[in-house]
């Protein structure tokens, strides 16, 4: 089974209690797509970088054997870049600097060979650029989606548009209870399904995510970690790992969604423990599943 994945490819100077990384590969589509690549092939990347984007980047990318046919390269141009610095408690950062540059004209064209994609990760970019790319794909399996708080307090009617032809609509716990406009994340969830997606995925950082559709509802732990070195991406890499385990399965039934949301913390678990991608460069598939047993004992217990 193909995937697609649509979205931001960045240079992060990104500034943590434990250090400080200049010009480190990011981008949503970065940690989407170098995730799902452990459960599934092929993974078909659409992004834009600038002629600065480093070569190295560009073998990791392709080491990782993501297919970068959908990848522009503007010439004469500069990679987006994204710059935060963490608090202490690496719960609050600090936006120092956004240059969207060559991203500021992003027109994801979608290569012929990828319109026939079985499932679409959809990262959160502009929904109209979003909207964008479904009117290019052919008849997908299931269609993913993220957002941001940007989108929704500057394009929200738009992202309704592009909400509704989602199959699974994957948000942070902040930006589900300023869509729904309530505080309460069981609430919001049922208030988003009524806009449209009938999956809702809504993550809770360090407290797991939270899968929801009009009649079920599933709540999966985040893997135990001691520490965390920076928290950058990993709401992407959660993507990756669910949307990943869903197309190496080619199960979207409700209980194989709930696998695959454990698989999600999964590699977000993996992600914060270094800068960048470097946590997620070489892990051993035996690792992915020893955490995804981890989090099945912690949170399975029987009732008297």
């Known amino acids: 089974m193909s995937l697609l994945v649509v979205g931001s490819i960045a240079l992060d100077t990104v500034e943590t209690p434990y250090g400080r990384g200049d010009d480190i590969l990011g981008g949503s589509a970065t940690f989407i797509a170098s995730c799902a690549r452990y459960f599934m092939e092929p993974v078909r990347l659409v992004g834009i970088v600038g002629s600065d984007f480093p070569e190295q980047y560009i073998k990791f990318l392709t080491e990782c054997n993501i297919d970068l046919e959908g990848l522009q390269i503007r010439e ?32 994801p064209v979608i290569p012929e060979a990828y319109r026939e994609s079985k499932y679409v990760c959809l990262g959160n970019i502009d929904p109209g650029l979003q909207l964008r790319v479904l009117d290019q794909i052919r008849n997908p399996k299931l269609v993913v989606g993220d957002t941001m708080n940007f989108w929704i307090a500057g394009q929200k009617d738009t992202l309704l548009k592009t909400i509704k032809r989602l199959d699974v609509f994957i948000l942070s716990d902040s930006e589900a209870q300023m869509l729904a406009g309530t505080k309460n994340l069981v609430k919001a969830g049922h208030r988003i399904i009524e806009m449209g997606p009938p999956v809702v995925i809504i993550k809770k950082g360090e407290h797991g995510a939270l899968l929801m559709t009009k009649d079920e509802l599933f ?34 039934s409700f209980e194989n969604l709930k696998r695959a949301v454990v698989y999600g913390n999964v590699m977000a678990s993996f992600c914060i423990e270094k800068f960048s991608v470097d946590a997620i460069k070489n892990i051993h598939i035996d690792d992915i599943r020893n955490r995804a047993e981890t989090i099945r004992k912690i949170s399975q217990f029987d009732t008297p």
């Open 219 to 252: 709540t999966a732990p985040a893997y135990p970690l001691k520490s965390v070195f920076d928290p950058t991406g990993a709401g992407d890499a959660f993507a990756g790992g669910f949307l990943g385990w869903i197309g190496k399965t080619d199960d979207t």
């Open 76 to 107: 004469g141009e500069k990679t987006f870049r994204w710059g935060g610095r963490y608090d202490e408690h690496l719960s609050g950062r600090e936006t120092l600097f956004t240059e969207l540059n060559a991203f500021q004209t992003f027109d």
